[in-house]
């Protein structure tokens, strides 16, 4: 009589003949639902030059506020203060802090520094007017673009 061998050794390998499969529809997954940022300018400015430039240590904490004329023409010939991705108006200012601020962590909320780009043919009033809205929403670091001047 024949005796039967028994099979005792388990193959425990993983299968990895669909891991490019995998791959290749997790790379295609994100190029379908990622946003590619143009990096249109909503505002036209020029920023002035200066003679002493410090910059800003913890860049986490910057927020940008652009000012200048509108790129689109149909918007007028008036200084438009923009957030890079929106027009403001200087009554919406204090409501933009406060959003800003709340994306930041706590202990950082009151450090967060703006930067302003405004264009250097931008009249100082409407510079004084955002500061005083930034004032009244306890935003006391500002800092003012410039190139350096050579």
């Known amino acids: 009589m024949k005796s039967f061998k028994r099979k005792t050794i388990v193959n425990a390998e993983i299968s990895t003949a ?15 639902t990622a946003v590619i940022r143009t990096d249109e300018k909503l505002v036209k400015y020029e920023v002035p030059k200066a003679k002493h430039i410090n910059k800003a240590e913890m860049k986490t904490l910057i927020r940008e506020l652009q000012v200048g004329l509108p790129a689109n023409t149909r918007l007028g010939t008036e200084p438009l203060i923009s957030d890079g991705s929106h027009y403001l108006k200087i009554n919406e200012l204090v409501q933009w ?6 994306t930041l962590p706590e ?26 809205e930034l004032r009244k929403s306890n935003a006391r670091k500002v800092l003012y673009r410039s190139k350096e001047n050579i």
């Open 18 to 32: 669909s891991l490019p499969d995998i791959v290749f529809l997790l790379l295609f997954f994100f190029m379908v």
């Open 97 to 102: 802090v406060n959003q800003e601020k709340a």
């Open 107 to 132: 202990p950082y909320k009151d450090q967060m520094i703006i930067v302003l780009k405004a264009d250097e043919a931008v009249k100082m009033g409407l510079i004084a007017d955002i500061q005083q």
